[in-house]
């Protein structure tokens, strides 16, 4: 993974010693609320509901056993115990006293982190598949493409105040697990028919109050001119991008208003003054940023291992795991590992405790080469595991209770803080998690409804990405009162979509028995082993919503 340089050392030191005197200014009286926000956000501190929220930047999900070891001590220091993995890959700490986050910051930075650009209108952390480097339909390695545009995004001035945030994925797989066409730009790198690696570069997808999906705007683009071609369309968007209108002020708006058409040449254009410059990225300066990515000291290994597969036979639990958790890698008698970080309703998803965050780090060093990352789902991946080791690990992570054989399944909720800590939020949503979760006990009932996802946004931010949940929940305010509207349709990957709203919200009492009702309406029309998705798609969406809504008047007229 990569490694920071003097240079990158020297600035992160020297920005915690800048915040550490505007903080003692602020608390001084000296900076107001109104000048202090802008210097704060800048390092990823926000202000939510009951106190300080920190994120802190994973760039690309990718992280050292010792790095995370390090968000567990922050985690047990300065907060109440746990972190929360979000959506974006990063990690969130909820409870932070403020005359102690310039500490935390010098914490983070004595293992090459902070928090820097994980707010404000500037690029965001830049992100890409959980299984980058071992994935077996993988084109090229996209750690490095994402790492040069790292480096090349932070500090840097022209884009420091965009007309809006600005989130970039990459994805360079047969299957897009970096959800490129829900981002302001999605990258999808490829093998051409010469062998050659190839961009297509999709723009103006979001989701939000306006969700889209992006467009491609370039195809057949030389992996050479990724960035001065991201920086064109980034320089269109900062021209002609809205400020008069906060939401109106992504760029998702601008592709729309102008045609993606247009919006392609305004780039091509622009790109036509810098496409052969100083960001054309040399193949020196790619086998500089690729060294810290080369493959580790694999053993040479059978494909199967006797007793591993003695275990499969023997011990039904352990083969579901494998079923659901265990994933396949491009090194043979190697597998990447899932540990779900959704047991249920005892703990909401995406958080981890100071404890399962220590176990994950040994578990990292003892089955790995002391590496994870963080999926878009929430969840931790340690993604070198010999399978001969695989039953030995799931044992340990029963224990650390991170081993619920549920990925990709209905529990395997993606789920935004919501409520009980953001203060945009119109709802809660990790308590709608929990009673869901609750509702879906039976892992045997779940393994057999296969793949569904459900996603709950407590707002129209859609940070817990509700439009493209199979099952989408969006908390809603009526009247001062807490409702939530249900979408169904949504799916990532390469055929992503956008779900529809099926009608009137629900009162957060009603949202267990509507999704059982969405649940047996699926389990009544499937045929065979089809997906939900698969079955939604065959029939539509009227049996749900007649199902659901019918059953809710029969309920108020038995009242």
Known sequence: MYQYDQYDQRIVNERVAQFRDQVQRRVSGELSEEEFLPLRLQNGLYMQRHAYMLRVAIPYGLLSSKQLRMLAHIARKYDRGYGHFSTRQNIQYNWMDLERVPDVLADLASVEMHGIQTSGNCVRNITTDHFAGVAPDEYVDPRVLAELLRQWSTFQPEFAFLPRKFKIAISSSATDRAVIQMHDIGIEAYRNAEGETRMRIWAGGGLGRTPILGTVIKDDLPWQHVLSYVESAIRVYNRYGRRDNKYKARIKILVKAIGAEKFAQEVEEEWQFSKDGPGTVTQAEFDRVAQ????????????????????????????????????????????????????????????????????????????????????????????????????????????????TANIGLLTDIIACPGGDFCSLANAKSLPIAAAIQERFEDLDYVYDLGEVSLNISGCINACGHHHVGNIGVLGVDKDGSEWYQVTLGGAQGNHASLGKVIGPSFSAEEMPDVVSRIIDTFVANRVEDEQFIQTLARIGIAPFKERVYADKQRERAEA
């Open 292 to 403: 810290y990515f080369t493959a580790p000291a694999y053993d040479k290994l059978p494909d199967t291992d006797a007793s591993y597969e003695k275990h499969l036979l023997e011990d039904k639990a352990f083969a579901r795991w494998v079923s659901r958790n265990v994933h396949g890698h491009k090194v043979t008698g190697y597998a990447a590992v899932t540990l779900s970080t959704k047991p249920g309703p005892a703990s909401p998803p995406g958080d981890a405790t100071d404890v399962q965050m220590d176990a994950v780090a040994d578990l990292a060093d003892r089955f790995g080469f002391g590496e994870l990352r963080v999926a878009h789902e929430q969840n931790l991946i340690l993604p070198d595991v010999k399978k001969r080791d695989l039953f030995d690990l799931w044992q340990l992570a029963k224990k650390a209770g991170l081993a």
